[in-house]
């Protein structure tokens, strides 16, 4: 049995979840504990999650606007050039209520390897792309 847990967790992904929206966050990361072989770490500014990227991260799930709480902090586009720049072996799921096709074009030339709307299906979406990756 303890072979089978090492085994387990061997095979989680790391996962952060970038977002300051708190409900959401907190939703999305019982979602991927629950579908996924996991281990999630939410981070509420692009900057918090900057500093973890020597964890290496499996995938980062970050939003496109990251600024209601901090004011000042930097946006999604910025971050992702960020993580591709020092991580770029890392997925990036873009996830936004940005419903413009440029916007969401922009963010797969910056490296984004997926673009989710924020919507109804947008866990459903997210936890098939995680499964989907090797």
């Known amino acids: 049995m303890l072979t089978l847990r090492k085994k387990q967790m061997d095979q989680a992904k790391k996962i952060f979840i970038v977002d300051d929206d708190l409900e959401l966050t907190d939703s999305l990361k019982n979602r991927l504990l629950k579908d996924v072989s996991s281990d999630v770490q939410i981070f509420y500014t692009g900057e918090e999650c900057i500093t973890h990227l020597e964890e290496s991260p499996d995938v980062i799930i970050l939003a496109y606007f990251l600024n209601s709480v901090h004011k000042d902090a930097a ?6 050039q960020i993580i591709k720049k020092f991580k770029p072996a890392t997925h990036v799921i873009m996830l936004s209520s940005q419903e ?10 910056n490296g984004a390897d997926q673009y989710v709307m924020k919507g109804d299906d947008a866990f459903d979406q997210i936890i098939g792309m995680i499964n989907s990756m090797e």
Request: charged share 10%; no cysteine.
């Open 75 to 80: 946006n999604g586009m910025d971050i992702l």
């Open 100 to 109: 413009h096709y440029g916007i969401a074009l922009k963010t797969i030339i």
